[in-house]
């Protein structure tokens, strides 16, 4: 294992604070206060899942925000691994990984300084056996789970990386990710500005078509239909049914107003324990409109029990994933996220992040992740985005700089009507 693998909390990086930088909406002009990853030279980084969507644009991502990284595409098709590797260059390898063999898992791990987990779907997921490979190797780890249970139970394993002194980021990619850390935010200023106390936490987020994810995403949106959502009301869990609760959302500039729906995501659990915030929800929907009143048909027609079962909802992926291809090519890949923040003095502020392709935001979103632990942001132990500054992020500025590299819009800590395409006027000249 190399060095920086056995001293992760003695680096230490000099950022513009986000407050300075918060009312520039340009993303050009704060993509200028990234710092080069420095720090993260040479460095030896196993993704597993690399020759899908998002393990591939996470790696693509990687080598260009820091291009002597050592890279290794993990899958079990040569074939695709050779493509991948081809497009990256002389600095990748493609390395044949069976994530559900332990033996293999551990020696694919044995000689890197951080694993990223993007071999999906996480849903219904029995165990957490890459991580406790990494635990047992001794390697960083990240993934982009996006499965409330698998979260959670990543979570429990914080004693074991302790132990073996290594940093745990679980949810690190875009949305839970990067939307954790755009709460988090809110929070952190919300509080630090007033003496109010934040009080609703909302996340809704939007992506045309699939996103251009590939077939993971699709098994995703399928499988999270099976589940019942989790949010809170005034600090009282509440169950409500997946894909209903509709509310309309203008997500600003460049994408306007969004039909969105409730889905049990995993940020929702993790905010209200970590930032401590009452009442919480989170939303999603996606273009064209068919495919929400798709996604409505099936939560309401389908069994539960047909939905968390991954060989049928496998079925159903190959069966509707040619239509989703054709159909990509006319909706494009537009993402949004947008993160709602209200407090108990009235304050309301709003975060928006939203990029042409999903496929490649999510890669910077990700690499992002994966380049602050290997310069030493994170502290050992498992961690959520969200959590406290110098424990999980240590430099939240320079991640959200990375992450939204290629926005077309992004915004922190603004009123609603100063995003809104469309903010409505309560009189006066008044907006809300």
């Not at 934040?198 to 399928?222: C, D, K, M, N, V």
């Not at 509310?247 to 995501?265: A, E, Q």
């Not at 929400?292 to 027609?301: D, K, P, S, T, V």
């Not at 990509?328 to 993402?335: A, L």
Request: aromatic share 8%; net charge neutral.
């Amino acid at each position: 294992m190399a060095s920086l693998c056995m001293n992760w909390t003695n680096t230490r990086m000099t950022v513009t604070p986000l407050a300075a930088v918060k009312d520039n909406n340009n993303a050009d002009t704060y993509r200028d206060r990234v710092e080069l990853p420095e720090k993260a030279k040479n460095s030896r980084v196993l993704i597993l899942g690399g020759t899908g969507r998002v393990g591939g644009s996470t790696a693509i991502a990687l080598s260009k925000l820091c291009p002597d990284l050592k890279l290794f595409v993990a899958g079990r098709n040569r074939e695709k691994g050779a493509a991948m590797v081809a497009k990256l260059g002389k600095n990748s390898e493609f390395a044949e990984v069976n994530i559900d063999d332990k033996g293999s898992l551990e020696a694919a791990l044995k000689d890197v300084d951080l694993v990223v987990h993007a071999a999906g779907p996480f849903q219904q997921a029995g165990n957490c056996n890459v991580l406790e490979a990494a635990i047992q190797t001794k390697t960083a780890y990240l993934d982009v789970c996006d499965d409330t249970s698998y979260a959670f139970r990543a979570k429990s394993y914080m004693n074991e990386a302790l132990a073996a002194n290594i940093p745990v980021i679980t949810t690190g990619g875009i949305y839970p990710g990067v939307s954790n850390v755009m709460a988090a935010e809110l929070v952190r200023i919300a509080v630090n500005e007033s003496e109010s106390k934040p009080e609703r936490l909302r996340f809704y987020y939007y992506t045309a078509g699939s996103g251009g994810a590939g077939p993971t995403i699709l098994a995703t949106s399928f499988l999270l239909l099976g589940e019942d959502v989790i949010a809170y009301n005034k600090g009282t869990e509440i169950k409500l049914k997946p894909y209903s609760g509709m509310l309309s959302i203008d997500f600003g500039i460049g994408v306007g107003k969004k039909d969105v729906y409730l889905l049990n995501l995993p940020e929702v659990s993790s905010a209200h324990k970590i930032l401590g915030i009452p009442s919480v929800s989170a939303r999603f929907g996606t273009d064209p409109i068919f495919w929400n009143w798709g996604m409505i048909a099936m939560a309401n027609l389908l069994p539960a029990e047909f939905l968390r079962d991954r060989s049928k909802v496998q079925q159903l992926v190959q069966l509707f994933d040619p239509l989703v291809r054709a159909v990509d090519q006319i909706s494009g890949e537009c993402v949004s996220i947008r993160v709602d923040l209200e407090c108990t003095d009235g304050r309301h502020r709003v975060g928006i992040f939203s990029h042409k392709r999903l496929s490649k935001s999510v890669g910077n979103s990700t690499a992002a992740f994966a380049l602050a632990i290997l310069e030493g942001s994170t502290k050992p132990g498992v961690w959520f985005p969200e959590e406290p500054e110098g424990i999980a992020i240590e430099a939240r500025e320079t991640l959200l700089g990375r992450a939204t590299q290629g926005t077309i819009n992004f915004v922190m800590d603004k009123a609603p009507w100063m995003v809104e395409t469309a903010p409505k006027e309560i009189g006066f000249g008044i907006y809300g």
